[in-house]
């Protein structure tokens, strides 16, 4: 065999040793795949001791405990904590989706919807920080509640949010793809309120109301709500009986705790107050408040909160001469984002 011969096969067969293998100094494409698959907890209340879910009355609220539950999100975003704290941000749609990632016993994650228009998200880069806040909203009335707690700002209800918290993936090798499995909980929890009036519904046309001493954010790794408390803003539909409303909330201040999981929970020290808010067909606007934390030892995390016997004498509806009250009238409310920790 000739010289060039010899040498035309020896690069032949280097040439294709080197295309049919992957030399990590020459590959420039080692991707691990996270095959994501999101699982969604529908639950709009968590059970310490009334058996809602198993004891509900259909008759007595107009619809049914399932009606209740939240729906899936649209969006979610996963954020990658690496050890050189320069986390990474990528989106899903509600299924999940495939996602290259890197050395996965290196790595957490941080899953969480995004498609909200009442939450202010704050702190993402940091794990153990970042939380979720409900937006800020204002109303000139509240006299009685904005006495009792001077220092706390009012806010929206906040949107339905679910979260999930992935220490690590499964092991991965390169040019593999592995399934991920996330279960997303919910941080947002209802409650449907009802207020029943025993006399003078008749003269009442509008109503709303406020929840003081909720928690005003919560943070996503954990679920645990902040010690900082907020009055939750809301609007009433008027019902044969009264008003009612479904309000959400991230639950109690400072919650789970060392008792988290019992069964029952003894009366908080914390207060806890229902407002509402009648505008009369003549004009006229009433304001009634209530303890409510006994309601709420039982139920930090939605549930049903019933206040009976209001009444509204007919000599308060004196003098109504057609005047026509609207919602325009009613008095309008400015929504406002304040960074996280304010107090107004």
Known sequence: MKLTDILTFSTVCLMACTMSSCRKDLCYNHFRTASVSLEWEHEWERDYGMSHSSNWDEALHGFGYESLRPGRPDWVTMVTYTADDNPREDFLSADGGDINVGDPTQQTYLFYNNDTEYIVFSDIASLTDARATSSSRSRTSLAYIKEMYPALRSSNPPDVLYAAYVREA?????????????????LVYTYVIRYEFEHGLEHVALARGAIAGMAESVYLRNGVTSEESTIV????????????????????????????????????????????????????????????ADQIAMQPRGGVIRITGIRIEDDQNLSDSGFEVDVSDWGEHEDIDLPVGVMR
Do not use: W
């Not at 499964?170 to 909980?185: D, F, K, S, T, Y």
């Open 170 to 186: 499964p092991q991965i090798g390169l040019h593999e793809a592995r399934p991920l499995p996330v279960r997303m909980q919910p």
């Open 233 to 292: 803003l809301f609007d009433c539909d008027l019902k044969s009986y009264g008003a009612e409303t479904h309000v959400r909330t991230f639950g109690v201040p400072g919650f789970p705790d060392e008792y988290y999981g019992r069964s029952a929970l003894s009366r908080s020290d914390r207060p806890y107050t229902l407002n509402l808010e009648v505008r009369l067909k003549n004009g006229k606007t009433y304001e009634f408040n209530y303890d409510i």
